[in-house]
């Protein structure tokens, strides 16, 4: 499958992805509700076909409409969390899920949520260093240390349960986390932003991700 994976990766500027349903991007941050968020525009640049779910405003996909699931990054898990912390039915897209699932961000918080993790606070702001720990195909193509852009103020304090840690960034802090059995992922950094000054590694994540997409999608047709 690694193989795959990387001659995909060359065929990429050439070739639209071809998925037979679209990814489901779930968007979590409400300042986007007029605008086009980055994650947004990183899928229409690779021409992705994906279908855009405000999560804010109660928009969520139907089982079985999707290749796979995008949790966007944001600052608000209310529409997966009550105000005493149980969670809603909402979570079950994560957890009954058979397709591949990227949490950026609050995203990948929200999936350490779920699993038992909790939040601490921990702000990492711009570019880091995050290792490699465990070989996976979201790696595919990058050094064992490679450049991410980091935006958020809270981290997991523990991997969660069921879960094993792929990579950790310069603090310790946890970056990459991928569950067991099923292609659950969850990434701290944001591989859909940068500023010019570094090669954004995280990007290449990203393409890995909707590869492997491409390839659960093949699988099942």
């Given at each position: 499958m690694?193989?795959?994976?990387v001659?995909?990766?060359?065929?990429?500027?050439?070739?639209?992805?071809?998925l037979?349903?679209?990814?489901a991007?779930?968007?979590n941050?409400?300042?986007?509700?007029?605008?086009?968020?980055?994650?947004?525009?990183?899928?229409?640049?690779?021409?992705?076909?994906?279908?855009?779910?405000r999560?804010?405003?109660g928009?969520?996909?139907?089982?079985g409409?999707?290749?796979?699931?995008?949790?966007?990054?944001?600052?608000d898990m209310?529409?997966?969390?009550?105000?005493?912390?149980s969670?809603?039915?909402?979570?079950?897209?994560?957890?009954?899920?058979?397709?591949?699932?990227?949490?950026?961000?609050?995203?990948?918080?929200?999936?350490?949520?779920?699993?038992?993790?909790?939040?601490?606070?921990?702000?990492e702001?711009?570019?880091?260093?995050v290792?490699?720990?465990?070989?996976?195909v979201?790696f595919?193509g990058l050094?064992?240390?490679?450049n991410v852009?980091?935006?958020?103020?809270?981290?997991?304090?523990?991997?969660?349960?069921d879960?094993?840690?792929?990579a950790?960034?310069?603090?310790g802090?946890?970056?990459?986390?991928?569950?067991r059995e099923?292609?659950?992922?969850?990434?701290q950094?944001h591989?859909?932003?940068?500023?010019?000054?570094k090669?954004?590694?995280g990007f290449?994540?990203?393409l890995?991700?909707?590869?492997l997409?491409e390839?659960?999608?093949?699988?099942?047709y």
């Amino acid at each position: 499958m690694k193989v795959f994976l990387v001659v995909s990766l060359l065929l990429l500027s050439i070739s639209i992805f071809a998925l037979n349903k679209p990814i489901a991007l779930l968007l979590n941050d409400g300042d986007y509700l007029n605008t086009t968020s980055l994650i947004e525009k990183a899928l229409k640049d690779l021409k992705v076909d994906y279908k855009l779910y405000r999560t804010f405003l109660g928009e969520f996909p139907e089982k079985g409409s999707y290749s796979g699931i995008i949790l966007s990054g944001g600052s608000d898990m209310s529409a997966f969390f009550n105000n005493d912390g149980s969670a809603k039915e909402t979570v079950k897209l994560i957890t009954e899920s058979n397709v591949p699932v990227l949490g950026i961000c609050m995203g990948h918080q929200l999936i350490g949520k779920i699993y038992g993790a909790s939040l601490i606070y921990l702000e990492e702001r711009g570019w880091i260093e995050v290792k490699e720990l465990k070989d996976n195909v979201l790696f595919t193509g990058l050094p064992e240390v490679f450049n991410v852009w980091e935006n958020h103020m809270y981290t997991l304090n523990k991997v969660p349960e069921d879960f094993e840690l792929l990579a950790i960034g310069e603090s310790g802090s946890i970056q990459v986390i991928k569950h067991r059995e099923k292609p659950i992922y969850g990434v701290q950094f944001h591989p859909e932003k940068g500023d010019n000054k570094k090669f954004n590694h995280g990007f290449m994540v990203l393409l890995n991700f909707i590869t492997l997409v491409e390839y659960y999608d093949s699988k099942s047709y």
